[in-house]
């Protein structure tokens, strides 16, 4: 069974720096392009970066760029988000999922960011 | 403001058939069969539904289907249930700055 876990949200202060994880499970984790999407409370959608499964392409939204870094560790079957300089605007639950530029297949359970002074 | 354009809500009764659209541009929709469909119940984690316009992932029912006509996309659900009430997301590759669109989303509200 596939199953993608994040973790490491919660609540940062303007400015600040906080690094998701997503550990996943139950396929074949270096054969497939893996992202992170965020939902704002009450809001919709938005694809914030992609990396590809050897980790030699990595994409942002324009909102994130310069400020967050996608990585993936294919031995421990994890990918990570570095996110520096937060904002209000970052807030959200934020998704590991699994896919490329096609479709997002599965999807983890979230994990809440807050940045809040 | 969502690169592709989605309809806020939508109603309709138990047993109808009811057809979601997604407008985008030449650059997403238009150029690319790469449009994906998600289902999200409140606090939910969304659930692909439809990807590449008209395929379904194993296990989703065929009372959902998914085609393409120009710049927009449309998402038909058919033989309505209350289950289906919930948030439903559209999709596409985009050429133009970011790699992934999102559509603003569509409430369905099954009446």
């Known amino acids: 069974e596939v199953q993608l876990v994040e973790s490491g949200g919660g609540l940062v202060k303007p400015g600040g720096s906080l690094r998701l994880s997503c550990a996943a499970s139950?396929?074949?984790?270096?054969?497939?392009?893996m992202n992170w999407v965020r939902q704002a409370p009450g809001k919709g959608l938005q694809w914030v970066s992609s990396?590809?499964?050897?980790?030699?392409?990595?994409y942002y939204d324009d909102s994130v760029k310069g400020r967050f870094t996608i990585s993936r560790d294919n031995a421990k079957n994890s990918l990570d988000l570095q996110m520096n300089g937060l904002t209000a605007e970052d807030t959200a639950v934020y998704y590991c999922t699994r896919g490329g530029a096609d479709f997002f297949d599965y999807w983890g359970q979230g994990t809440l960011v807050t940045v809040s002074s | 403001q969502s690169a592709l354009t989605q309809p806020a809500s939508v109603s309709g009764s138990p047993g109808q058939s009811i057809t979601l659209s997604c407008t985008g541009t030449h650059s997403d929709i238009g150029g690319y069969n790469y449009v994906s469909w998600y289902q999200q119940h409140p606090d939910k984690a969304p659930k692909l539904i439809i990807f590449d316009v008209t395929n379904r992932p194993f296990g989703i029912s065929d009372r959902f289907s998914g085609s393409k006509s120009g710049n927009t996309a449309s998402l038909t659900i058919s033989g309505l249930q209350a289950e289906d009430e919930a948030a439903y997301y559209c999709a596409s590759y985009t050429a133009i700055t970011t790699l992934i669109v999102f559509g603003g989303g569509t409430k369905l509200t099954v009446l």
């Open positions: 139950g396929f074949i984790f270096d054969s497939y392009h």
């Open positions: 990396i590809s499964s050897t980790s030699n392409n990595l």
